[in-house]
Structures are given as C-alpha cells and as structure tokens.
C-alpha cells in the first residue's frame, strides 16, 4: 500500500476518532457527569416525559402529539445530529477492511466488540441506529451490529448509575443482569440468523469508492449525511408523532388497583418495546408510576423495554437488517421485560 494512501487513511481515521471523543463529551458525557450529582442529591433526575405530573398520558390529540413530539425533540436533536454525523462518518473515513476486520466476524469476538464499543456512546436506541447503518454499510456482521445498537442504551452507564440512585441499586442490579445476556445473547443470535449470502445493506446503494483527497472525502461526508437524512428522519419524525397521540392508548391510567397482574407486565412489556423514549428516559418514568402503585413487575418490565428498542429505530433499520430479524429481536425485547417482571416479583422488590 502506498505510504500516502496509508497516510490520509490514518489522517481520516483520527478525524473520526475526534469528531466522536469530542462530540460525545459535550453531548453525553459531560452532561451526564452533572446529572448523576443531581440524582445522588435529589433522587430524581427530572419529571416523567411520558405523563408529566400526572397519573395518565393526555387523551390522544394532534396536541399530544406535538406536545410529546416537542419534548421528546428538544431532548434528543444534539444525539441526534450526531449520531447522523458519525454514521456518515463511518462510511465516508473510515475504510471498509478496518470495519469488517473488527466487528464483520460471525462468531462472538465481533458481538463482544459492538458491544463494548457501544457503552462509550451512551445514545437511545434511534440515534444509535444512523451508527448501525453505517456499520452495516461498512461490512460489520449483524452481530456485532445488534450487540452495538442495544448495548448503546442497556450497557450506558450513566443511565446504571441514575437507576441506582434514583430506584434503588436491587433495580440497577436486576437491569444489568439482564441486560448482559440481552445484547450480548441477541447479537450472538442476529449472527445465526443471518443468512450467509445476503447482502449486508438490503435496499442501499452501492458503497461509495474511497476518497482520495480532502475535498472528495468532505464532498462523501456531506452527501452520505444528506442522504441519511433525507432516508431517515421523515418516517422518523412521523412515528413519534403518531406514539406521542397515542401514548394515553399505550400506557393507561394507573394505580395500585393494577397489582402485579401478569396482564399489565405482558402488556406494559409491548408498550414499552414499541415507545420512543430519550436516555434514560426509563427512571423518571418508572418511578413516577411506583409513586402512583404500579406493581414492580409491571415497572420492571418497563425498565427492561423501554430503553432498548422502538418501533421508530426499528422502522430506520429495516433497510440495514432482514425483517425477520428485527421482528425477533423485538420479540425478545419483550420476552425480557416479562422476565425481568416475574424476578421482581419472586425477589420481593420494592
């Protein structure tokens, strides 16, 4: 290889390795640092976003809709652009062999570095999936894919630590010894499933040629970005408009009369798995609902369901994996909520 083209590939991959330090340190990590003082102190890291103060979501309405759609937008945009930056970014400067070299292997060092590469990145679930596009574009095996998208919000730390703090360590406990088998056992399982002669990118167009000079490699980021965009955030924009009007459908009213019925732990399971939240979005909200009296199962299955997936990251990856898949994981998704209620429940948690 010549020394030059080693050179700018080096030269671009120290770019993207600064774009990210950088970017997450003002995004996430940062941020989160004084957060988690505010939950040591206060036991509380903000209202519920789901029902607010109140014991319900609001009746469905294009002011519900707009209402959550705001909140939901002002917390999330910076992660966001991000995530589109540094999905662009893994297609535009960082070569292909690099990629598939550390995370296009389908056994299980991939899954265990996607995984591990993920809980620096701290993001909820939809702007972790601009990331996994890009991934995904770049060769890495579903696996480690899997591993790093679900990782990005059951691994995050900082949300382990608020859980901590503001539910109690039994519930932080309970969430990463699930979690662990979650992202590390469904990427493991997104590698078996996976057929071995299909195309990494089902519906995507061919990888772009490796830039060659500065202008080409900003000319590539800038179109990979506007592509991303373009593709990504209108379905995007119009589902979590669509679960904001229906969250009170959701997520009904609730109180101590709900118990620990297995009813509410397989339904809040569901509800949960298909809800767009922000990070960390999951504590305020299950403890606004134990102050109310939901039953631990019902909340410990929504601390479990919550996070990982949505039926928005789902709808922005289904170009990235085949269907199936993304119905398994989801299905798994939920069947990990309803456990993480029955051990809540045979622990005796509070």
């Given at each position: 290889?010549?020394?030059?083209?080693?050179?700018?590939?080096?030269?671009?991959?120290?770019?993207?390795?600064?774009?990210?330090?950088?970017?997450?340190?003002?995004?996430?990590?940062?941020?989160?640092?004084?957060?988690?003082?505010?939950?040591?102190?206060?036991h509380s890291i903000g209202h519920s976003i789901l029902m607010g103060d109140a014991s319900s979501a609001p009746a469905p309405s294009w002011s519900a809709a707009l209402g959550y759609a705001l909140a939901y937008g002002k917390a999330i945009w910076q992660a966001m652009v991000l995530g589109l930056l540094l999905g662009s970014g893994v297609q535009a400067l960082l070569p292909v062999h690099w990629v598939a070299r550390v995370l296009g292997g389908r056994g299980f060092n991939s899954v265990l570095a996607g995984g591990l590469l993920a809980v620096p990145g701290m993001m909820c679930t939809c702007c972790a999936a601009p990331v996994v596009v890009g991934l995904r574009r770049h060769q890495a095996a579903p696996g480690a894919a899997v591993a790093f998208w679900l990782g990005n919000t059951m691994l995050n730390p900082a949300t382990l630590i608020f859980t901590g703090f503001v539910l109690g360590w039994h519930w932080t406990v309970l969430r990463l010894a699930l979690a662990v088998p979650m992202v590390f056992g469904l990427g493991q399982l997104a590698n078996r499933l996976a057929e071995p002669g299909r195309p990494i990118a089902l519906d995507l167009p061919p990888a772009e040629p490796e830039p060659r000079t500065f202008v080409e490699v900003v000319m590539l980021w800038a179109r990979i970005f506007v592509r991303m965009t373009l593709r990504l955030i209108p379905e995007y924009v119009i589902i979590v408009l669509l679960l904001g009007a229906t969250r009170a459908w959701m997520f009904p009213p609730i109180g101590p009369d709900m118990g620990e019925a297995w009813i509410w732990i397989v339904a809040l399971s569901v509800a949960g798995m298909l809800f767009v939240i922000p990070t960390a979005g999951e504590v305020p909200i299950v403890q606004a609902m134990l102050a109310l009296g939901l039953g631990v199962g019902p909340a410990a299955a929504l601390l479990m369901t919550l996070p990982p997936v949505s039926l928005?990251?789902?709808?922005?990856?289904?170009?990235?994996?085949?269907?199936?898949?993304?119905?398994?994981?989801?299905?798994?998704?939920?069947?990990?909520?309803i456990l993480a209620g029955a051990l809540a429940m045979w622990l005796g948690m509070h």
């Open positions: 290889m010549p020394a030059a083209s080693q050179t700018s590939r080096t030269a671009r991959f120290l770019v993207f390795v600064l774009l990210a330090v950088a970017g997450l340190f003002y995004v996430k990590w940062h941020p989160y640092y004084g957060r988690a003082f505010t939950a040591a102190a206060q928005p990251s789902l709808t922005m990856l289904g170009r990235s994996f085949p269907l199936r898949l993304l119905v398994t994981i989801a299905l798994s998704v939920v069947g990990f909520g």
